[in-house]
């Protein structure tokens, strides 16, 4: 039976409003390189206290990946968006209290709360997307809805440093010779700075959250998400590690995800170390141009794997990055910093195609791989606060880099060896290629 003009309008009212939770997540993830160094001052905290901003969110993700699954089995996924844009709006409010307070506990409370309904939000988005609409062209939808992902990675830290950032800049000494009186006020200063951004991002998220409210969207049953990825239901199980590519694909994927993370995340302390680059024109850097190249490596990624086997773009990628960092450690002044703005665009296609090849060939055992790589997000938490303890042991935020450096090094030999398959362990596969596997890897 044809689509009445009144079904195809609210699908593209649901499409649009699904489109947006893509940007949402993405400005949670990319507005972190802006709070680091911001809450660093007005916490007065070290480079390892400050990484736990990071941690807070993917440990967000971690705990609440499988309790968010579960809800939105139970109750639908129209449910499950707006508790999570509900939860999302809390979390942001959660910062006018807690700036208030100067409490760095709370913020990290604040963080894990909207990163806990940035879970709920991608559980559903992939989905919903390729639903909505014909199926011959899904891949397109998702594609379109990955751009704004892209947006959101590169106008958070303009918009953070912006409205967050206040430009202000004292030494450790001059702020040991400040008054008491004066010292607390500039503290309370910086800290109240991030109130009103806050408060607009909660404002914008219970607007949205009221769109979906009163929006038909099209309830997803549980054979149609079966269909999406190609595979039924099976029981969580630790067995899925016998295949070597399964157990480097999540090796990988914590290593990308925290790599990218921990580039990121004290960018604008690296470039004040390396070149007393201001924290206002380092967050500008960032996000008009690496975060830019982030969102046009994804473009461009796609076309190149059309003509490259995405296993061996993935490994020159890496390598790619593995030179920039040398260099942006080796070097000092401009050339440092020159050096990792490139980084983001060679990251932008590791997520997907790490995921896709982890699953490859795995018939309806990837379902279950697939949940083992999205938890090993949570290497987004581990991998800054190693490089804290790194800066503040050593004084130097430019050694730290090693990590990442040692992360996209694992990434190449994933590329190069550790995505083979020993054919002898697989069952007759569902997804027989990369380019096929490569359609069911999440956007993130």
Aim: aromatic share 16%; charged share 15%.
């Amino acid at each position: 039976m044809p689509k009445t003009n009144k079904t195809t309008a609210n699908n593209t009212i649901a499409f649009a409003l699904i489109t947006s939770l893509f940007f949402l997540w993405a400005f949670l993830h990319n507005i972190n390189p802006i709070l680091i160094p911001h809450l660093k001052k007005a916490c007065q905290l070290t480079d390892t206290e400050s990484s736990f901003i990071d941690s807070a969110v993917y440990l967000g993700y971690f705990l609440v990946a499988l309790p968010a699954g579960w809800f939105m089995h139970k109750y639908g996924y129209k449910k499950g968006i707006i508790f999570g844009l509900l939860l999302y709006a809390l979390g942001a409010a959660l910062f006018i209290p807690a700036a208030s307070v100067r409490s760095y506990p709370f913020f990290l409370f604040a963080l894990f709360i909207i990163a806990s309904g940035a879970t709920f939000l991608e559980t559903v988005a992939n989905p919903y997307i390729t639903r909505l609409g014909d199926k011959a062209t899904a891949e397109q939808r998702l594609n379109f809805a990955q751009s704004f992902n892209g947006v959101g990675a590169f106008i958070a830290p303009i918009i953070g440093g912006k409205f967050i950032l206040s430009g202000i800049e004292h030494t450790p000494e001059e702020l040991k010779q400040m008054p008491v009186q004066q010292l607390n006020n500039y503290l309370s200063f910086e800290a109240g700075t991030i109130k009103i951004p806050y408060m607009v991002i909660a404002g914008v998220v219970l607007l949205v959250t009221i769109f979906f409210m009163f929006t038909r969207l099209p309830e997803i049953k549980e054979d149609d998400v079966a269909e999406v990825d190609g595979h039924g239901d099976k029981s969580f199980s630790l067995k899925v590690f016998r295949y070597k590519h399964v157990r480097w694909a999540v090796i990988a994927e914590f290593c990308s995800v925290g790599a990218q993370v921990g580039v990121g995340s004290f960018f604008i302390k690296f470039s004040r170390y390396t070149m007393i680059l201001p924290e206002k024109t380092a967050a500008y850097w960032w996000g008009g141009i690496a975060m830019v190249g982030f969102m046009l490596g994804r473009f461009s990624g796609t076309f190149f794997m059309k003509y490259i086997k995405p296993s061996k773009l993935l490994s020159f990628y890496a390598f790619m990055n593995v030179l920039l960092l040398g260099i942006a450690i080796a070097s000092s002044g401009k050339l440092a910093v020159y050096a990792l703005l490139p980084v983001p665009f060679f990251m932008s296609i590791m997520f997907p195609t790490i995921f896709a090849l982890g699953i490859k060939g795995l018939g309806e055992e990837a379902k279950i791989a697939s949940s083992f790589l999205v938890m090993s997000i949570v290497g987004g938490g581990v991998v800054p606060f190693i490089m804290g303890r790194i800066s503040d042991s050593t004084g130097s935020i430019q050694i730290s880099y090693i990590v990442p450096m040692v992360c996209f090094a694992t990434i190449f030999f994933f590329g190069w060896r550790g995505y083979k398959i020993d054919e002898s362990q697989l069952m007759p596969p569902i997804i027989t290629s990369e380019d096929d596997a490569l359609l069911v890897a999440p956007i993130v």
